[in-house]
Nanobody
Framework: QVQLVESGGGLVQPGGSLRLSCAAS????????MGWYRQPSGKERELVAI???????NYADSVKGRFTISRDNAKNTVYLQMGSLKPEDTAVYYC?????????????WGQGTQVTVSS
């Protein structure tokens, strides 16, 4: 079973930047699309950004122009560079990946990392 481990969350002031990382551990699998989601307190989880193996990206309108998703296929790692952060970006951020492991295909999720934007 693939495990996703996130890092890089924390407290940042409005207008600041943070970089999240998410690494997939394990062996014998292939990863297709990877993505970042977030869940503000008391709200539903929502898509932030996704990236395909080939590097095609898609962003939520609320983060376009401020966030950048990227990945290192050799390291099975996805990144989220967040800039011009706003208080409404405060949430638990989760990474996920579409995993192909032999004849099995499933979506793996990380444990989440808290991002708080506050002065």
């Amino acid at each position: 079973q693939v495990q996703l481990v996130e890092s890089g969350g924390g407290l940042v002031q409005p207008g600041g930047s943070l970089r999240l990382s998410c690494a997939a551990s394990g062996s014998g699998f292939n990863i297709n699309t990877m993505g970042w989601y977030r869940q503000p307190s008391g709200k539903e989880r929502e898509l932030v950004a996704i990236i395909t193996t080939g590097g095609s990206t898609n962003y939520a309108d609320s983060v376009k122009g401020r966030f950048t998703i990227s990945r290192d296929n050799a390291k099975n790692t996805v990144y989220l560079q967040m800039g011009s952060l706003k208080p409404e970006d405060t949430a638990v951020y989760y990474c996920n990946s579409d995993v192909i492991d032999g004849i099995y295909r499933y979506t793996a999720w990380g444990q989440g990392t808290q991002v708080t934007v506050s002065s």
